[in-house]
């Protein structure tokens, strides 16, 4: 609808229908989704309004335009959590590589799994796409809804100790926590009994995890000890994810500027 064009209407839905007829995209809406209208005499009758408030102007709530919005602002919170990782999606995943990984990822999604408690880790060697997944999990699920978070525990350990302990413990108020590179930091032995801490109160809630690591499964179970093992093993699918890094496919494209 043009901006002033308000001829009157007999209810809400014709209102709705026609300024959707002549809707110049929902991301140009000069109303911000208030669409105005004025009622006819038989309208306001209808809302128990008298005929002295004919010519008022009235808004109401366009449901495509509140679709939209909500979109929107989830889209700004997956840039808000991924930040430059927000690139990372299933869209842009080679899925010759990795297949059966790539396939859990997007039945994760899917199946909203993080809602019944369900854990995936992704394990394997350097630059094989376990990050680029892990994001991609943790962008559908915002856009589905979800609070989902995306942690590097690595980058904690860089923070003091109260800060680190604060950031692992906010992490328990997530459906969903997305939990990258670990097995790292896990050395740093001051850090540790927050992140078992951390894994027992997302099981005791029965909150998502998907985790990625370089340790081999053994490795990782044994490293977590006996008590959240038995977890996993009640909660997770593990999927190796193999080949060569792909930062080596990515290495021409960065060092183009050096050719002549
Ligand atoms: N199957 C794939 N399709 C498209 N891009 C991929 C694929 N696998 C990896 N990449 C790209 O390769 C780069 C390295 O991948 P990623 O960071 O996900 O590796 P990683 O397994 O997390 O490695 P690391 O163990 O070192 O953390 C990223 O830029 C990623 O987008
Ligand atoms: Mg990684």
């Known amino acids: 609808m043009k901006t ?15 300024c959707k007829a002549t809707c110049m995209g929902i991301d140009k809406c000069p109303y911000s989704g208030n669409i105005p209208y004025q009622l006819t005499l038989e309208g306001l009758k209808k809302i128990g309004i008298e005929g002295k408030y004919a010519g008022m102007i009235f808004t109401y709530k366009c449901p495509l335009f509140e679709e939209y919005a909500l979109l929107q602002k989830r889209k700004q ?46 394990y394997g060697s350097y630059g094989t796409g376990k990050t680029h997944l892990l994001s991609a999990i943790i962008h559908e699920a915002i856009m589905l809804g979800a609070s989902a978070k995306f942690a590097n525990l690595a980058n904690i350990t860089t923070l003091d100790f109260e800060s680190a302990k604060s950031a692992i413990a906010d992490l328990t108020s997530y459906d969903l926590v997305g939990i990258d590179d ?78 002549e």
């Open 4 to 18: 002033g064009q308000t001829s009157p209407v007999s209810n809400t839905e014709e209102a709705f229908q026609h």
């Open 77 to 122: 919170r997956v840039s808000r959590v991924l930040g430059p990782l927000a690139t990372h999606t299933f869209e842009n995943f080679d899925s010759s590589r990795n297949t059966k990984a790539f396939q859990m990822a997007k039945k994760y999604i899917e199946s909203k799994a993080w809602k019944q408690g369900g854990w995936l880790i992704l």
């Open 182 to 259: 670990f097995g790292v930091e896990i050395g740093q032995n001051w850090l540790s009994p927050h992140i078992f801490r951390l894994f027992d109160d997302l099981n005791e809630s029965s909150k998502g995890i998907v985790m990625t690591t370089n340790m081999p499964l053994g490795g990782l179970q044994e490293l977590l000890g006996n008590r959240i093992a038995d977890r996993i093993a009640e909660r997770a699918i593990a999927i190796e994810l193999t080949g060569e890094s792909m930062r080596k496919n990515l290495r021409s494209k960065f060092t183009s500027w050096f050719k």
